[in-house]
């Protein structure tokens, strides 16, 4: 629903933005474009995501897609934010003639648009990084939009198209930083890295806890995809330790206290060599 009513939108503040001559109503349309193919890579990769894998090569299926799809809207936003603030720039100091009436009507209704989106995608914003993409991206052209009646009001009151560049630029800066935010979290999650809130000494010691074990090493933590943590590691147990108890109380404290959904977890005696031969 979000994806059909940002790309019909789309098509009308486009023309408009060419007709009235306005900056921040052609940058709003250039988020409202970057919106149409964020949603739409969005609603592929969930597709893809819970495809059932037919070639025997994807062992952890194909998840990972809506991470791909969430650095896609990172590069949109970016590349939205970049051309919006070389446009203004380039504008200072000109004298641009803009129709703040068009501005006004159009930029109203795109916040209206905006606003549904956001209320239809806000609840999978926080279950799932790819809905967050596509989130923030609205949530980019909602400030868009705002800026957009801003930018037409100002105009209108002050007759200064001034106005129109210098919220433009605000807007692209907003997106550049919202961008990068995202972005910190997709790479967390493409470099597997501990997730995030999740401390590995302190998932560490509640292992090492676990009655029977006496060490814990080749501990690995990462995300998946939103909501699918995993984990691996070592447990070096003493000799009198019964191993299925030591692996059923290791796989509670990390699925209760942790969230970690998936644990692979090894069983050693103490007496076991061999595993400081990995060198990474």
Same mark, same amino acid.
């Given at each position: 629903?979000?994806?059909?009513?940002?790309?019909?939108?789309?098509?009308?503040?486009?023309?408009?933005?060419?007709?009235?001559?306005?900056?921040?109503?052609?940058?709003?349309?250039?988020?409202?474009?970057?919106?149409?193919?964020?949603?739409?890579?969005?609603?592929?990769? +969930?597709?893809? @995501?819970?495809?059932?894998? !037919?070639?025997?090569?994807?062992?952890?299926?194909?998840?990972?897609? *809506? %991470? #791909? $799809?969430?650095?896609?809207?990172?590069?949109?936003?970016?590349?939205?934010?970049?051309?919006?603030?070389?446009?203004?720039?380039?504008?200072?100091?000109?004298?641009?003639?803009?129709?703040?009436?068009?501005?006004?009507?159009?930029?109203?209704?795109?916040?209206?648009?905006?606003?549904?989106?956001?209320?239809?995608?806000?609840?999978?914003?926080?279950?799932?990084?790819?809905?967050?993409?596509?989130?923030?991206?609205?949530?980019?052209?909602?400030?868009?939009?705002?800026?957009?009646?801003?930018?037409?009001?100002?105009?209108?009151?002050?007759?200064?198209?001034?106005?129109? +560049?210098?919220? @433009?630029?605000?807007?692209? !800066?907003?997106?550049?930083?919202?961008?990068?935010?995202?972005?910190? *979290? %997709? #790479? $967390?999650?493409?470099?597997?890295?501990?997730?995030?809130?999740?401390?590995?000494?302190?998932?560490?010691?509640?292992?090492?806890?676990?009655?029977?074990?006496?060490?814990?090493?080749?501990?690995?933590?990462?995300?998946?995809?939103?909501?699918?943590?995993?984990?691996?590691?070592?447990?070096?147990?003493?000799?009198?330790?019964?191993?299925?108890?030591?692996?059923?109380?290791?796989?509670?404290?990390?699925?209760?206290?942790?969230?970690?959904?998936?644990?692979?977890?090894?069983?050693?005696?103490?007496?076991?060599?061999?595993?400081?031969?990995?060198?990474?």
């Amino acid at each position: 629903m979000s994806f059909g009513l940002v790309g019909s939108y789309f098509v009308v503040e486009l023309v408009y933005g060419l007709i009235s001559g306005s900056l921040a109503l052609l940058s709003d349309a250039g988020h409202m474009a970057a919106d149409v193919v964020a949603l739409g890579a969005a609603l592929v990769a +969930t597709r893809i @995501a819970t495809r059932v894998d !037919l070639t025997g090569r994807r062992t952890y299926g194909s998840y990972r897609a *809506e %991470v #791909f $799809a969430s650095l896609l809207s990172v590069l949109l936003m970016l590349g939205v934010a970049v051309y919006v603030v070389f446009e203004a720039v380039g504008r200072i100091g000109e004298d641009a003639e803009v129709a703040s009436g068009p501005m006004l009507i159009v930029g109203g209704i795109g916040l209206a648009v905006n606003l549904v989106a956001l209320l239809l995608l806000r609840s999978g914003a926080s279950e799932s990084l790819n809905v967050k993409g596509a989130y923030l991206e609205v949530v980019a052209d909602t400030a868009g939009s705002v800026g957009v009646i801003l930018a037409g009001w100002l105009v209108m009151a002050t007759g200064q198209p001034v106005w129109d +560049t210098a919220v @433009a630029l605000a807007i692209g !800066l907003f997106v550049a930083v919202r961008a990068v935010g995202l972005g910190r *979290e %997709v #790479f $967390a999650v493409l470099g597997q890295q501990a997730p995030a809130g999740m401390d590995p000494g302190t998932v560490a010691d509640d292992l090492a806890a676990v009655p029977g074990v006496q060490d814990v090493h080749d501990l690995h933590l990462w995300t998946l995809t939103s909501g699918m943590n995993v984990a691996t590691a070592h447990l070096v147990t003493a000799d009198q330790a019964d191993g299925h108890s030591v692996l059923d109380r290791a796989r509670d404290v990390l699925q209760d206290r942790h969230g970690v959904a998936h644990a692979t977890l090894q069983v050693e005696p103490a007496d076991h060599v061999g595993c400081d031969k990995v060198g990474w």
